[in-house]
């Protein structure tokens, strides 16, 4: 099957929005996990938030109330809102999805099998 592509990353000031798609028409799992992580030059990848076929959410800490994630199944895309960007949230964002369990942000990172390229977030001070 094909990969994810991502969009909507770009450089903004901090407080800033955006709000990043990933098509993900080819992921036909019928129970899936999918969402985003993200990983800054000399960084480990980071889990930012996830999202279940039941549309159960999960966020990291560091995120909470200002991003959000959502779907819109006929159009078979994940979305990324970001609000009030910080600094620190510099990074290139990976869509990305899987099989498991429990949708937790932390287990996005690990697919391996269906990623996309990424689309890079700049926030500057």
């Known amino acids: 099957q094909g990969q994810p592509v991502e969009s909507g990353g770009d450089s903004v000031q901090a407080g800033g929005s955006l709000r990043l798609t990933c098509a993900a028409s080819l992921y036909t799992h019928s129970r899936y996990c999918i969402g985003w992580f993200r990983q800054a030059p000399g960084k480990e990848r980071e889990g930012v938030a996830g999202?279940?076929?039941?549309?159960?959410?999960s966020y990291a800490e560091s995120v909470k109330g200002r991003f959000t994630i959502s779907k819109d199944t006929a159009k078979n895309a994940v979305y990324l809102q970001m609000n009030s960007l910080k600094p620190e949230d510099t990074a290139r964002y990976y869509c990305a999805a899987g099989d498991a369990l429990f949708c937790i942000f932390s287990v996005i990172p690990e697919f391996e099998g269906y990623r996309g390229q990424g689309t890079q977030v700049t926030v500057s001070s």
């Open positions: 999202i279940d076929n039941d549309g159960l959410t």
